[in-house]
């Protein structure tokens, strides 16, 4: 196996991993002995659904997460690598450095120019991109809104906006239990006219992906409060 940092993406949700992962991947996998990962537990648990007799107690687990100090000195991170060990990258959810903070250690590996190989599997904002009908040739992530009564609203306009004039699909997502009210946001502030594509529980049993008109959305009762989901607008 070529020695390089492996990004690998885990599943979405309790999904299967042999439905939505290639096998190339588990034998990448199961020969990786270093990895850099959002959470340990959550890795474990996703190795361990790959094999349960992955070999956990030889392995090491360095924590890189939104509560990693960003002026943390990431210098010695890479160390097995460049030791000629490979590495590889895992996320909570989905495809790492997406969304996710596995981007500070690609960024470390590119500054030291040592080679990363990104493995395929789901992403969640590609997969609701996909499934919503909107524009896939321009369209911008922007993550999280902000929390606030007002500051939301706002960002949701200046979204808006956007939308109409260059043409963009916008993105964004939110704590699963404040799903409810960033949908109630939506339908408070945007045009009628304006398309909702509200994509849920992607690749689970749970999964739901429905696109509507503001309007049309006001009509319908959906419940999303615990369950990932990401929202995306177009004209």
């Excluded at 060990?85 to 960024?107: H, K, N, Q």
């Excluded at 992403?123 to 524009?135: D, H, T, V």
């Excluded at 309007?215 to 409060?225: N, S």
């Amino acid at each position: 196996m070529e020695t390089a940092l492996y990004l690998i993406p885990c599943t979405l949700g309790d999904t299967s991993a042999s439905r939505v992962l290639p096998d190339y991947n588990f034998e990448i996998v199961k020969n990786l002995r270093h990895f850099i990962v959002e959470s340990r537990k959550s890795a474990v648990r996703f190795l361990i659904s790959l094999d349960k007799n992955f070999p956990i107690d030889s392995c090491t687990f360095t924590e890189l997460s939104e509560h990693t100090d960003e002026k943390a000195d990431l210098s010695k991170i890479l160390l097995p690598l460049e030791k000629g060990e490979a590495m590889g990258v895992i996320s909570d959810a989905g495809c790492p450095c997406i969304g996710d903070p596995g981007s500070r250690a690609v960024e470390a590996a590119q500054k030291k120019n040592l080679r990363i190989i990104p493995l395929v599997g789901p992403n969640s904002m590609i997969l609701s991109l996909m499934a919503s009908g909107f524009n896939g040739q321009n369209f911008c992530f922007n993550g999280y809104l902000p929390a606030k009564n007002g500051e939301r609203e706002s960002k949701i306009r200046q979204l808006e906006n956007k939308i109409y004039k260059e043409n963009q699909t916008q993105l964004f997502i939110e704590t699963p239990y404040r799903n409810q009210k960033l949908l109630e946001a939506i339908l408070k502030t945007c045009r009628a006219e304006t398309k909702l594509c509200v994509a849920s529980g992607i690749t689970t049993n749970e999964e739901y992906i429905k696109t509507k008109t503001i309007a049309q959305w006001k009509k319908e009762k959906v419940e999303i409060a615990k369950i990932p989901t990401i929202f995306l607008l177009y004209k």
